[in-house]
């Protein structure tokens, strides 16, 4: 029976563990241009040495103007590759792989002196009304996701995630709420999404798993739940996806009807679903933070994998940890075998 620490594989990516580090947006690029900094090197390299399977970089953009915030990280220039590639060698030298979320924050980019969506329609109250894209505007986008995985591909990394939740342009297509589009992009809500995986498929190497970052239930009055989700994973999984990152939430403020729970596990049905429904590989997400609880999920087969977001931000050994908890062997370094004394006994 499969746990926490049985290696896994799929197509090229091999892990030596079921735990992942999900994406989680620093905010910490100083001199706004999108290149990773120091911060960013240890934050990631840390996690390495802490024993984590896959690292995923956080929410890196296709465009200056599709980012949350003008400190998030990007991958619209070549001059962006270098600090990237070099946090994925050194995770590489402690036997973590590395994946990055590829990304376009659409309605939802703060500091864009005009962000565009699928359509015209603000997030709140308190937000710029965006700019509805063209068809022709589209296409270019697709463009820019193309190109931006094709560069995350140059920095040599393992894996790679396109994020299609949380309510940035991906979801901002798929989603009824937000795409009130009469072209072919609002007759086909997933076609904006499939185009993208198509585009980023063609530059990526034959063997190299994508993943999609979705919320399967939206959060908000009227939103799409778990049977609308499942039709739109199961167009993107034809489209080319391979591993589908299961969250929810973020296209809207939450309607006290549709509020989430707040309970450990709360979104593992979720991912359980779309694995049995789709029969894909899937990594499950929310409030994971106990090794028990996290073991079980695997061991259960809700899920292929475990993402640890709060926990490990906590504390970068949370995966050597999680080894003593289930005396386990987490391949602890030889430098801490004196702090993790019971480890693989």
Request: proline share 5%; with cysteine.
């Amino acid at each position: 029976m499969n746990n926490l620490f049985t290696p896994y594989e799929f197509k090229s990516l091999k892990l030596k563990n079921r735990v992942v580090m999900p994406p989680m947006c620093q905010y910490s690029v100083t001199g706004k241009d999108g290149i990773a900094t120091d911060w960013h090197y240890n934050h990631y390299v840390s996690r390495a040495v802490g024993g984590t399977g896959l690292i995923i970089i956080e929410m890196t953009d296709v465009d200056p103007d599709g980012r949350i915030t003008d400190y998030d990280l990007g991958l619209w220039s070549d001059e962006q590759i270098p600090a990237l590639a070099r946090i994925v060698e050194a995770s590489h030298a402690y036997g973590a792989k590395v994946g990055i979320q590829i990304a376009h924050a659409g309605r939802k980019a703060e500091d864009a002196v005009r962000p565009v969506s699928s359509s015209a329609i603000p997030f709140d109250d308190k937000s710029t009304t965006p700019h509805e894209l063209t068809t022709d505007e589209v296409k270019g986008m697709v463009n820019k996701f193309k190109l931006g995985v094709e560069r995350a591909v140059r920095a040599g990394f393992d894996v790679i995630e396109l994020h299609g939740a949380h309510g940035y342009l991906i979801h901002q297509f798929h989603s009824p709420l937000t795409n009130r589009r009469t072209d072919e992009y609002g007759q086909d809500l997933t076609l904006f999404g499939r185009e993208v995986i198509a585009a980023a498929k063609s530059v990526m190497p034959d063997d190299m798993p994508l993943i999609m970052r979705i919320s399967a239930q939206e959060y908000v009055e009227g939103g799409y739940g778990i049977r609308e989700s499942l039709e739109i994973s199961k167009a993107y999984k034809e489209a080319g996806a391979d591993i589908f990152h299961v969250s929810a939430g973020g296209e809207g403020p939450i309607a006290a009807a549709g509020r989430p729970g707040t309970h450990a596990a709360y979104q593992v049905p979720l991912a359980r679903a779309i694995k049995q429904e789709l029969n894909v590989p899937v990594i499950a997400v929310g409030r994971l933070d106990e090794a028990v609880l996290a073991n079980s999920v695997i061991g259960n087969e809700e899920a292929d994998l475990v993402a640890v977001g709060r926990g490990m931000l906590r504390n970068p050994y949370w995966t050597l940890e999680a080894g003593v908890a289930l005396d386990k062997d987490a391949g602890v370094p030889q430098q801490y075998t004196f702090g993790f004394p019971r480890s693989g006994k």
